[in-house]
């Protein structure tokens, strides 16, 4: 994919550059929103923004795809990709942007690394853009073309249902009266508000319904912020406004968290905090299609009185023809109807991990660093565990 020549320049500046990717990437957004504030007031997430993770993950993207391209010269990391491109085309991202963040993105190249850039060097460095831009592109071309809910739509809140002080669940219908598009169990929407300064914050939230319905159904954490920065504005605009017979703008459903042909192959779900939503909607999907293999369901909290959707849980678990379920709380224990209960942090010490199992995870980062630890010295490929992160990848590059 890479010529020969950007290749071995590659090579040679990709330490240069890369140790200078979060300088890079910081002047490239303050370039890109001087020019364009736009886009920072109504595309790109604010408290992402704010608190740099946003921009640590487009340097991890960059450094990741270029040092893929180098490993793999004939592969391209699709499962990366396919991960960026989803949460592009929740936000409606256009083939013509591209070219405006190349523009602001080597700019800022040009400022950090001055005489350092060659026109070798730039060359190099441009064709590696092009290759993942051009990637990018397609990709999201094919997920439009596919949307049957193409663009922003209009859909009303027909019910509330307070999960825990800290979660909401909102069900909602399209205001045109049309039908519902399928959605796979383990996508999510983009969700559009509008906010007391006329931004239009964009926010993803996974469907913690079962597929098929009638309606959409999101759960929203509010997240805490501080009052002086952006972080949790659009959550708590969610908590604090919204009633139903309000409307919100939902996008297309997207995301490649998804559980695919799973035959009657064994498998684990596991999540932590508001990362439930989209497991709760994959066991759904597997209690409705009567999914005859094993599926052990792994859940932490920090107590039971946070764990959202847990009658779920249980309910779609005792569905299911052979299913273990385990929840484990920091703060106390509680007695269920079905499965285990632990106090602590999630422990798979005890869990049993069947051979063949595939796994989807779904939380904090921490957490799922250390379940994906513990499923790979317990046998499990790494092609077969998958997982959603909440916000900005900083755990690129990982390709199972």
């Not at 180098?70 to 591209?98: C, F, N, T, W």
């Not at 979660?167 to 929407?189: E, K």
């Amino acid at each position: 994919m890479l010529s020969e020549q950007s290749a071995a320049t590659v090579r040679a500046t990709l330490p240069a550059v890369g140790a200078h990717l979060n300088e890079i990437t910081e002047r490239f957004y303050a370039g890109l929103f001087a020019a364009r504030p736009d886009l920072l007031r109504d595309l790109f997430n604010r408290g992402n923004q704010a608190a740099g993770t946003q921009r640590r993950a487009l340097a991890g993207s960059v450094a990741a795809f270029a040092t893929y391209l180098l490993e793999h010269p004939d592969r391209r990391p699709d499962a990366m990709l396919a991960r960026i491109a989803h949460k592009h085309a929740s936000l409606g991202v256009a083939p013509e942007q591209y070219a405006l963040v190349h523009e602001h993105l080597f700019a800022a190249i040009a400022d950090v690394l001055g005489e350092a850039v060659t026109p070798e060097v730039a060359a190099a460095w441009d064709e590696v853009y092009w290759l993942m831009a051009n990637a990018l592109v397609a990709l999201e071309k094919r997920l439009y073309e596919e949307s049957r809910e193409p663009g922003w739509r209009r859909w009303e809140v027909v019910e509330r249902v307070p999960e825990t002080r800290e979660v909401v669940t909102l069900r909602l219908r399209p205001c045109d009266g049309g039908p519902v598009a399928d959605a796979r169990a383990g996508q999510y929407v983009s969700v559009r508000v509008q906010l007391p300064d006329g931004a239009r914050q964009i926010r993803q939230y996974s469907l913690s319904g079962a597929p098929g319905s009638a309606l959409r159904q999101i759960s929203v954490k509010r997240v805490a912020g501080d009052g002086a920065s952006p972080d949790g504005e659009v959550s708590a605009a969610l908590h604090a406004r919204v009633r139903e017979g309000d409307v919100l703008e939902l996008s297309a459903p997207y995301g490649d968290l998804v559980l695919g042909e799973v035959a009657d192959r064994p498998l684990l779900l596991a999540s932590a905090g508001i990362g439930v939503t989209p497991m709760v909607a994959m066991l759904a999907q597997l209690a409705a299609d009567g999914h005859g293999g094993s599926v052990t369901v792994v859940h932490g909290d920090r107590s039971p009185a946070t764990h959202a959707l847990r009658a779920e849980q249980e309910m779609y678990a005792g569905k299911l023809a052979d299913s273990v379920v385990r929840f484990w709380y920091e703060e106390g224990a509680a007695d269920g109807e079905h499965g285990e209960h632990g106090v602590g942090r999630v422990d798979l010490a005890g869990v049993v991990v069947a051979p063949g199992t595939r796994a989807y995870l779904c939380g904090p980062l921490g957490f799922m660093r250390g379940v994906r630890g513990r499923l790979l010295e317990a046998g499990v490929a790494a092609s077969d565990i998958h997982y959603e992160v909440f916000g900005p990848d900083l755990w690129l590059g990982q390709e199972g």
